[in-house]
């Protein structure tokens, strides 16, 4: 089970971080991934990190703004988010690597958390 946090409204430069707590499965030995959906569109892979601290990937809208991390003590992958624009505003979700910088199947994902970037 993937249960995502931290999401809210936010002004275009702002801050967030979001959290995700996993159970049910051995977190460290998986590669993990955020991807997001806004309304009307398709979803979209954000970032990647795999496990034991392969290097991160990220969509290249979001490089040098969002950092993806993991605590694998506490079964909980993050996602902060710098310098956020309205285009950034999705449903983001968690989700099990299954493929790689890539958006995987559906039945991998949480339950999803708001972002809304607006002033």
């Known amino acids: 089970q993937l249960v995502e946090s931290g999401g809210g409204m936010v002004q275009p430069g702002g801050s967030l971080r979001l959290s995700c707590a996993a159970s049910?499965?051995?977190?460290?030995?998986?590669?993990m991934s955020w991807v997001r959906q806004a309304p009307g569109k398709g979803p979209e892979w954000v970032s990647s990190?795999?496990?034991?601290?392969?290097?991160?990937a990220y969509r290249n809208s979001v490089k040098g703004r969002f950092t993806i991390s993991r605590d694998d003590a506490r079964n909980t992958l993050y996602l902060q988010m710098d310098s956020l624009k309205p285009e950034d505003t999705a449903l983001y979700y968690c989700?099990?690597?299954?493929?790689?910088?890539?958006?995987?199947?559906?039945?991998?994902w949480g339950q999803g958390t708001q972002v809304t970037v607006s002033s």
């Open positions: 990190i795999g496990a034991r601290g392969v290097t991160p």
């Open positions: 049910g499965f051995s977190f460290s030995n998986y590669d």
């Open positions: 989700a099990r690597a299954v493929v790689w910088a890539g958006v995987p199947p559906r039945n991998y």
